[in-house]
């Protein structure tokens, strides 16, 4: 999968994607992650890629030429997912996260200000895609969010014993609790089962706590896969 990005902040991306999981994606070639500085297509001899709204109002809208520019320069074609990421976009979740995965190129758009110039999205945006009802200070964060997400499942990523298939959410429920040693902590003892070498009894308490889980936390999950 070939991942583009477009900012004013590219070396906002240079740590998160140097280390773990995602370094090996990239080291191993799943993921050919490519930051572009959106000022390099800028025709303005300041660099600049903003400017005054058209019928006035606070704030600067980011302008088309260095997005076209830009996005030109990449290339394209029909399997190409163009995302904006903007707050008011579909909310990004793990069904989406795996629909991506089904493309082998994406082009991860970050907004300022604002706004971007409407005929930006118009002529080239596949995928308006937000990461939840708050306003960040740019589209930066949420482009990171949605390569890590993409990139984790993309078949070869993950190793087996890290594999995504127990992820919450990928059988619409969240995950059970998690144990490791000491048995006993503070007072507080791992669940017998758990320790019981009884495999069929492990799988069924963690089904169990699963369903517990999601209807505790996420009612609106357990609902949804009910009315499926
Ligand atoms: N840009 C600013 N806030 C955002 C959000 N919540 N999701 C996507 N892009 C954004």
Known sequence: ??????????????????????????????????????RDYSLDKHNKVDDYPYGGGAGMV??????????????????????????????????VCHEFTQKNHMILLCGHYEGVDQRVID????????????????????????????????????????????????????????????MEYCGMKVPDVLLSGNHGEIRKWRENKSVEITQKKRPDLVRTKKDL
């Open 123 to 182: 002529r080239f945006v596949t995928k308006e895609l937000s990461i939840g009802d708050y306003v960040l200070t740019g589209g930066e964060l949420p482009a990171m969010v949605v390569v890590d997400a993409v990139a984790r499942v993309i078949p070869g990523v993950l190793r087996k014993e890290e594999s995504y298939l127990k992820d919450s959410f990928q059988d619409g429920l969240l995950e059970h609790p998690h144990y490791t040693r000491p």
């Open 62 to 95: 980011m302008k088309p030429e260095p997005f076209f520019r830009c996005i030109e320069d990449i290339g394209f074609d029909d399997n190409t997912e163009i995302i904006f990421m903007t707050p008011t976009g579909q909310q990004f979740n793990q069904q």
């Open 1 to 38: 999968m070939k991942i583009d990005v477009i900012t004013i902040f590219p070396e906002m991306f240079k740590s998160p994607f140097s280390q773990s999981i995602i370094k090996r994606a990239i080291e191993e070639n799943y993921v050919e992650l490519i930051i572009h500085d959106l």
